[in-house]
T-cell receptor
């Protein structure tokens, strides 16, 4: 079993839809939770970053963490074609004296006009 | 700020050849990571350097892979000899403070081994 599970999709939605992306994890030692966005043929870039359980909002994006259920989500409101990308969840674990990032497989999202 | 710079962007080589991938981290960043991304395995950490010293190389798949960081502004990942199963996108990422969590990724090198 992988430490971080993420449905690879693909997920196809119409413009304006609310998108929900999810990850589950097994390691209760994970401390920081992130969402990276990766456009085709580009490197991942940090989108959202949170530490505690609860919600964090940034514009059309909301990151949600439920540590008791080991479950994180990213919601995108009023989705736009420019949101079409692969979304990777990532979590840090203290390993060998440093914070190691563990990535999910990524969910490919397509928002069509 | 130019961001993390990687070269080459694309590399096509034949099995058995040596491949060298290059990375220039963001100026002032003291941590550097090499990752490999494939459809099957996703994004995997290969090696982590802090202040030019390799700290965690547990992700390096085998002796055919080696990485160096001779100074704060340059790192290489070498595969010798290369095999078709090494075909992947290789990313370099850098991070500023040791306690920070955000890693800044380069554009990647797409490697194809025939």
């Amino acid at each position: 079993q992988k430490e971080v599970e993420q449905d690879p999709g693909p997920l196809s939605v119409p413009e304006g839809a609310i998108v929900s992306l999810n990850c589950t994890y097994s390691n209760s030692a994970f401390q920081y939770f992130m969402w990276y966005r990766q456009y085709s043929r580009k490197g991942p870039e940090l989108l959202m970053y949170t530490y505690s359980s609860g919600n964090k909002e940034d514009g059309r994006f909301t990151a949600q963490v439920d540590k008791s259920s080991k479950y994180i989500s990213l919601f995108i409101r009023d989705s736009q074609p420019s949101d079409s990308a692969t979304y990777l969840c990532a979590m840090t674990a203290r390993t060998g004296g440093y914070n190691k990032l563990i990535f999910g497989a990524g969910t490919r999202l397509a928002v069509h006009p | 700020d130019a961001g993390v710079i990687q070269s080459p962007r694309h590399e096509v080589t034949e099995m058995g050849q040596e491949v060298t991938l290059r990375c220039k981290p963001i100026s002032g960043h003291n941590s550097l990571f090499w990752y490999r991304q494939t459809m099957m395995r996703g994004l995997e950490l290969l090696i982590y350097f802090n202040n030019n010293v390799p700290i965690d190389d547990s992700g390096m798949p085998e002796d055919r892979f080696s990485a160096k960081m001779p100074n704060a502004s340059f790192s290489t990942l070498k595969i010798q000899p290369s095999e078709p199963r090494d075909s992947a996108v290789y990313f370099c990422a850098s991070r500023g403070l040791a306690g920070a969590n955000e890693q800044f990724f380069g554009p990647g090198t797409r490697l194809t081994v025939l």
